[in-house]
């Protein structure tokens, strides 16, 4: 009596995998040792001088190739292969940020990539400053100025070093703070994060979301930490999609010692990007006072 049910689900498993794997457009884990990633959607990395392909002993390209050895403190080991894409901010610099461009915009998009926390992590405390950090955005047109919405998301401190994380979608204020580092249990451990972008279905019609996921190196299943529904996501006038984006960006809370993070495996896709099978749980909640 029960044979049908589990034939039907085992066939709907298999047949997400196959679309999942169908639509991928964009795979990286800087296995080539540079930036030349392309696609059938003309993806491009821009050329960022802050960032660098780097391997545990040697950072590998930067805007050209290097082969420089790694500097005696460095903690470099990819997440997957060999190499992964450094940000390191040195001590007061407030900006490292890897942008990327393709030509056929999608005005529904997943993304994905391991980040490792840094070994060293702390986030500052800056006394009448904000302190917030970016993780990542998406846009359309333009970053600024544009009549497409801009989404994306940021960190902040939780105190002791540690921080929370929260989604901007236009000019919106910080939304559903969630705890993102715990100091120190989580340095120097990769997360992976999977982002889910869809825009407005018609001018007006504020159906668009944003959903975050993050699942621990080591855990099986996923936590849906940020789900944003009915959101006025508006395609833009002359790019009907996210066309760009960055990852990390300008820290406003200046790291006061060299810091370090690592991404390895960025992935873009119109379906979804989960490598397990398991459905994600629900947000939970992180209240900051």
């Given at each position: 009596?029960?044979?049908?049910?589990?034939?039907?689900?085992?066939?709907?498993?298999?047949?997400?995998?196959?679309?999942?794997?169908?639509?991928?457009?964009?795979?990286?884990?800087?296995?080539?040792?540079?930036?030349?990633?392309?696609?059938?959607?003309?993806?491009?990395?821009?050329?960022?001088?802050?960032?660098?392909?780097?391997?545990?002993?040697?950072?590998?390209?930067?805007?050209?190739?290097?082969?420089?050895?790694?500097?005696?403190?460095?903690?470099?080991?990819?997440?997957?292969?060999?190499?992964?894409?450094?940000?390191?901010?040195?001590?007061?610099?407030?900006?490292?940020?890897?942008?990327?461009?393709?030509?056929?915009?999608?005005?529904?998009?997943?993304?994905?990539?391991?980040?490792?926390?840094?070994?060293?992590?702390?986030?500052?405390?800056?006394?009448?400053?904000?302190?917030?950090?970016?993780?990542?955005?998406?846009?359309?047109?333009?970053?600024?100025?544009?009549?497409?919405?801009?989404v994306g998301m940021e960190f902040r401190g939780a105190g002791g070093g540690s921080s929370y994380f929260y989604g901007k979608i236009g000019n919106s204020q910080d939304l559903d703070g969630v705890r993102f580092i715990t100091v120190?249990?989580?340095?120097?451990?990769?997360?992976?994060?999977?982002?889910?972008?869809?825009?407005?279905?018609?001018?007006?019609?504020?159906?668009?979301?944003?959903?975050?996921?993050?699942?621990?190196?080591?855990?099986?299943?996923?936590?849906?930490?940020?789900?944003?529904?009915?959101?006025?996501?508006?395609?833009?006038?002359?790019?009907?999609?996210?066309?760009?984006?960055?990852?990390?960006?300008?820290?406003?809370?200046?790291?006061?010692?060299?810091?370090?993070?690592?991404?390895?495996?960025?992935?873009?896709?119109?379906?979804?990007?989960?490598?397990?099978?398991?459905?994600?749980?629900?947000?939970?909640?992180?209240?900051?006072?």
């Open positions: 009596m029960h044979e049908l049910p589990f034939v039907f689900f085992l066939s709907s498993l298999l047949a997400f995998s196959t679309l999942a794997n169908s639509e991928l457009l964009v795979s990286d884990s800087f296995e080539s040792g540079d930036m030349t990633t392309r696609s059938e959607i003309g993806f491009r990395w821009d050329n960022t001088p802050k960032t660098s392909v780097v391997t545990a002993t040697t950072e590998v390209f930067n805007t050209s190739l290097l082969n420089e050895p790694a500097p005696a403190t460095s903690q470099w080991e990819a997440k997957t292969g060999t190499h992964a894409l450094l940000f390191r901010y040195p001590a007061g610099e407030p900006w490292i940020e890897q942008r990327f461009t393709f030509d056929e915009p999608q005005p529904e998009l997943w993304m994905s990539f391991w980040l490792r926390v840094p070994i060293n992590y702390s986030h500052p405390k800056v006394e009448g400053a904000g302190d917030n950090q970016k993780l990542f955005r998406l846009w359309m047109d333009k970053y600024s100025g544009g009549d497409g919405t801009k120190p249990d989580d340095r120097d451990k990769w997360m992976h994060l999977v982002v889910h972008v869809d825009s407005e279905s018609s001018a007006g019609a504020k159906d668009g979301l944003m959903e975050v996921w993050r699942k621990w190196e080591g855990e099986s299943d996923y936590t849906k930490t940020h789900d944003f529904k009915n959101q006025p996501i508006n395609l833009s006038s002359t790019v009907k999609g996210f066309r760009q984006g960055y990852l990390l960006g300008w820290a406003n809370a200046h790291y006061p010692v060299e810091t370090d993070f690592l991404i390895d495996d960025f992935e873009l896709s119109t379906s979804p990007l989960f490598s397990s099978s398991t459905a994600p749980g629900t947000p939970t909640q992180f209240n900051v006072k």
